[in-house]
Every structure is written in structure tokens, then in C-alpha cells.
């Protein structure tokens, strides 16, 4: 399911060139053998040009065997202030829990009815806290039933090979054992069938890059806030 037009952007042109940045949970693979994938997102909105979408792009190895091995589950805080979700987007590894503690002086109802981790918190109050724990791959939409305004993702991640694009688009994920992997890229208000056919397979070889370039520009067409 797509999320409401609330949430979606403006239609962007996006060109990935990828190179390189530590991945720490890849550590013992050596440096001399492992490959590399990096670049940058390039987005051109032609509504929304001062706030372009959230992207995440991550890889998952097409060979069970591979040494890539899922990150630990952590602890992390999603908090309410001011009415809005800090930090908007939050990458956690499967089975991490999440706290959302309302920092707010007001009551809070943290919801996610779409894909993903499905829960409602109800209503609670100022200084109080919640917590969701994230048990499957997915990306999650957290809304706020009483303040219409407020959203937030959150995508859970069985792979230590990821990135978020960051405020001039550029990302890198680095190092990376050698192998096959399939690449996946996620951009906020971007339909799902739309992103399924950004992804492909990428074959890394020892100590070698590789340079992707991907056309979202027809992607979607959003409505704007008021």
C-alpha cells in the first residue's frame, strides 16, 4: 500500500552513480578484496526543490551462503516534539525496538496501518513513553492519529549494507564482500511497483566497484501540502 498524498513528493529525476563508504558489520572482510558501490543522487522536483524525498538504497545477497551476516538488534528513539517525529527517517536492524517517548505537553496516538509493522499506541501522555519492537524486513508509515501533520518512516533492514542519501544526494556503501547481490532503493512517497523496477542485480568482484545509473523521473506525480 502507498502512503496518503500527505506524505508523497513532488516528481524528482534521480541519476545514481555508485562508489564507496565503510559499512562497519562488513569489517573483517579485507580491504584488498572487497568491493565497493557509491555515488549520488541527483533530484530535481519541480514543485518541492527545497525538500527533496528521503532515499535509501540497501543490498541483500543473492547467494544464502554469502558472509554477510544481519546486524544486532538495537534500542533506538523515535520522539515526539513540537508535533513532529525526530528524526523523521530511522533505518533500524530487524528486531531492534523502538521507543516514542511524547516529549510533547499533550496527549499523542502513534499508528502504522500501512505495510510493514502494523500497531497502534493509543493515547498517551505528556512525558510518557511507548515501544514497538520491529521483528520483519519492511518499511513502516508512522502517523499520529490526533495531529494529522506529524509522519515518520520507519524501515527495518536485515542487511548491514545500506545508505541514506544524504542533503546533496550522495551516499556510498563500502566495503562489501564480493558476490551477487540485489540492489533495492526506496524514495519516500514513491509507489511500491515504481520501486520494485528500480532494482537489479549487481555482481561485485574482488576489489572492484560498480557504477549504476537509475531513471525515476516518471515516478510519481504527488500533491503538495497546504
Known amino acids: 500500500m502507498v502512503p496518503p498524498p500527505s506524505i508523497r513528493f513532488a516528481t524528482v529525476y534521480i541519476a545514481l552513480v555508485f562508489a564507496a563508504n565503510p559499512a562497519p558489520a562488513c569489517a573483517q572482510q ?7 558501490v557509491s555515488g549520488r543522487v541527483i533530484v530535481r522536483a519541480s514543485d518541492v526543490k527545497s525538500h527533496p524525498p528521503s532515499i535509501v538504497l540497501w543490498l541483500t545477497p543473492a547467494d544464502k551462503s554469502s558472509s554477510v551476516q544481519a546486524p544486532p538488534p538495537g534500542h533506538f528513539r523515535l ?17 531492534s525496538k523502538v521507543s516514542f517517548p511524547n516529549e510533547d505537553p499533550f496527549f499523542h496516538n502513534v499508528f502504522s496501518l500501512f505495510n510493514g509493522r502494523r500497531f497502534d499506541l493509543g493515547l498517551y501522555e505528556a512525558g ?3 515501544d514497538v519492537r ?3 524486513e519492511g518499511v513502516s508509515y508512522i502517523f499520529c492519529n490526533i495531529h494529522p501533520d506529524m509522519s515518520a518512516v520507519v524501515i527495518a533492514l536485515a542487511t548491514p549494507l545500506y545508505d ?11 566495503p562489501i564482500p564480493p558476490g551477487i547481490y540485489e540492489l533495492h532503493v526506496w524514495i519516500e512517497g514513491t509507489p511500491q511497483p515504481d520501486l520494485d523496477r528500480l532494482g537489479r542485480m ?5 576489489g572492484k566497484s560498480s ?9 510519481y506525480h504527488p500533491q503538495q501540502k497546504h
Open 30 to 36: 579485507p580491504e584488498a578484496d572487497s568491493a565497493r
Open 202 to 206: 549487481i555482481n561485485l568482484a574482488h
Open 79 to 95: 520522539v515526539q516534539k513540537d508535533r513532529m517525529f525526530i528524526p523523521h527517517l530511522l533505518v533500524v536492524p530487524v528486531g
Open 134 to 136: 520491529f521483528s520483519q
Open 164 to 174: 541514506v542519501a544524504g542533503p546533496a544526494g550522495s551516499f556510498s556503501i563500502h
Open 211 to 219: 557504477s549504476v545509473t537509475i531513471d525515476a523521473s516518471g515516478a
Open 128 to 130: 510518557s513513553s511507548r
